[in-house]
C-alpha cells in the first residue's frame, strides 16, 4: 500500500445525533462514503472511529476499522494516532469525511495527485467556484491561492475582496485533505496558531508553520449533512437518481 483513505467518523454529534449511521437510501451514510472512496485509486479504505457501535456497523459493510481513542478534538488528530497502524509503505493519507455521502471517486484522486508529483509537498485540498450568495457566509470557508496553486489564506470571511471585478475567481473551500505521512504524524504536534485560533480554521496551523497546502480545482460542490434539513435535502437527491 502506499495510498490509503481514511475515514474518521464518531457518534457525537451536536447537531444531529448519531449522525454517520443515519439512514440514506436503504444504506447507513457512512457506507456510501466508504464505497465512494473505494472507487478511487487509493489502495484501501479506513474507518477509523472511537465508537463500538460504528465499528459493528463498519465491519457489517465489510471496511476495515481502526480503533481510536475517545479523547481527539478533531479528526485530523484521529488520524494523525491511526496513521501509527500502518504499514510504513504507506505515503499519502486521504482524509475524506464522514458526513459527505456524494463524494466522488474523481474528487479523491484530485486531491492525491498533487502529492505523488512534488514529493516536497506536505498536503492538498480542493476549491470549487463560489456560489454569489455565500461569500459573506461564515460558514462557507473561502481560499485564496498563489499562482502556483499554493494556498495563500483560508477565511471564513469573504476573499479576496473585489475592488477591481473580473479578475480573480472567488473559491469555496472544499473540506477533503491528503497528507504525506510524514507531515500527518507531525501535525498534531505543532502549536495552536493564532490565525487558527481567530478563524477556527485547523488548515491555517500548517499555513502560519510555514508548511504548503496545493489546492487543486474541481468541479465537486460539497453536500455535507450537519443537520436534519442536510440530512432530507441529500435523501431527496438520492431518491432522484
Known amino acids: 500500500m502506499n495510498v490509503v483513505v481514511m475515514i474518521p467518523a464518531r457518534l457525537a454529534a451536536t447537531r444531529l445525533p448519531n ?10 451514510m457512512l457506507q456510501w462514503v466508504y464505497e465512494k472512496s473505494l472507487a478511487s485509486r487509493a489502495d484501501a479504505v ?13 465491519e457489517g459493510f465489510n471496511a476495515p476499522v481502526i480503533m481510536t481513542s475517545h479523547a481527539h478534538q478533531t479528526g485530523t488528530d484521529r488520524l494523525a494516532e491511526a496513521v501509527a497502524s500502518l504499514p510504513e509503505s504507506v505515503d499519502i493519507i486521504v482524509n475524506v469525511q464522514g458526513d459527505e ?23 492538498s485540498t480542493l476549491a470549487c467556484k463560489l456560489p454569489n450568495d455565500r461569500f459573506d ?29 473580473g479578475i480573480v475567481t472567488p473559491l469555496q ?20 496558531s493564532p490565525l ?11 499555513l502560519e508553520h510555514g508548511y504548503r497546502i496545493r489546492v487543486v480545482h474541481t468541479s465537486h460542490v460539497p453536500e455535507s449533512v450537519d443537520t436534519a434539513e442536510d440530512l432530507q435535502r441529500v435523501r431527496a437527491l438520492f431518491s432522484e437518481e
Request: glycine share 4%.
Open 19 to 28: 449522525k454517520p449511521l443515519v439512514d440514506i437510501a436503504g444504506k447507513p
Open 46 to 58: 479506513f474507518i477509523v472511529t472511537p465508537d463500538d457501535e460504528i465499528a459493528a456497523v463498519a
Open 101 to 123: 455521502p456524494r463524494i466522488t471517486s474523481d474528487a479523491i484522486n484530485s486531491v492525491i495527485t498533487p502529492l505523488l508529483e512534488d514529493l516536497e509537498l506536505a498536503m
Open 137 to 165: 457566509d461564515p460558514n462557507t470557508v473561502k481560499v485564496v491561492v498563489k499562482l502556483n496553486g499554493d494556498a495563500l489564506y483560508f477565511s471564513r470571511a469573504g476573499i479576496p475582496f473585489p475592488r477591481a471585478m
Open 173 to 192: 473551500h472544499v473540506g477533503l485533505y491528503a497528507y504525506r505521512r510524514s507531515f500527518l504524524s507531525t501535525f498534531p504536534t505543532l502549536e495552536r
Open 196 to 206: 487558527e485560533q481567530t478563524e477556527s480554521l485547523e488548515q491555517l496551523r500548517a
